[in-house]
């Protein structure tokens, strides 16, 4: 048997361990209160710095809130409040050499297999909604702008069929970090009109129920975007 060495771990980073440990068995319930900084340094054996950096450390990770003057009460994490503390890190992920197409690939996967989840399970209350986001959708081939807000809520509307409380929030980060893919992609002269083709697919596919046709379209449209995007990022700039 072979061993891995031991990272030697600060004393917030321990006395945050055992919290944490202690909300996820059940000690502290939501919405409970945590001991009070000096409790904790008793039962911990540690200075107040050692507490505080502790309890700063579960607020960001989103398993406590702190408020002035009151002890630091147990909440449950929110995927929203997880998808926050890396949107920094994915912003400069993206402006690597390597990261912007691996975020594209990423969305491409990620979304390809929501539009297969949606055609599994949307009900005709979903299909309906997802009719009304493809109107919108039409109604401003006009206009880039507009045509941008429609295209997103057409992509939402897909997350959030089956009512999963994960899809949508991812949705809404990936929407955020590829802000730029998608306003650059418009930009082409066919852009508008194949996003508005291809979403009539996938909607089809959604509506009809063919899980494999959703993927496809997805996949397809998604690529499309990408292809878009290289070509208008290759063009020389003209002052």
Not at 7 to 20: G, M, N, T, Y
Not at 64 to 80: D, F, H, K, N
Not at 214 to 220: I, P, Y
């Amino acid at each position: 048997m072979s061993f891995t060495a031991v990272k030697r771990r600060k004393l917030h980073e321990d006395v945050a361990a055992q919290i944490e440990e202690a909300i996820i068995s059940g000690v502290f319930e939501e919405g409970q209160h945590l001991p009070s900084e000096r409790e904790l340094m008793q039962q911990f054996g540690v200075g107040r710095p050692a507490v505080r950096e502790a309890l700063l450390l579960l607020e960001r990770s989103g398993v406590i809130q702190l408020s002035a003057g009151e002890r630091a009460r147990v909440v449950v994490p929110t995927m929203s409040g997880v998808v926050d503390q890396i949107s920094a890190a994915a912003r400069h992920f993206l402006a690597t050499s390597t990261g912007e197409k691996s975020m594209q690939e990423a969305r491409r996967v990620f979304e390809s297999g929501i539009a297969r989840h949606a055609a599994e399970v949307a009900t005709e209350a979903e299909i309906a909604r997802l009719e009304l986001a493809l109107a919108a959708n039409k109604a401003t081939l006009h206009d880039v702008a507009a045509f941008e807000e429609t295209d997103v809520g057409f992509h939402l509307a897909i997350a959030e069929i089956g009512n999963n409380e994960v899809f949508p929030v991812l949705h809404h980060a990936i929407v955020s970090w590829l802000t730029m893919l998608r306003r650059v992609s418009l930009r082409h002269d066919r852009a508008l009109m194949s996003s508005f083709r291809h979403h009539q697919r996938i909607y089809a596919a959604i509506a009809t129920h063919e899980p494999e046709a959703a993927w496809q379209a997805m996949d397809t449209h998604l690529r499309e975007v990408e292809r878009f995007y290289a070509l208008i990022k290759s063009e020389p700039v003209t002052s």
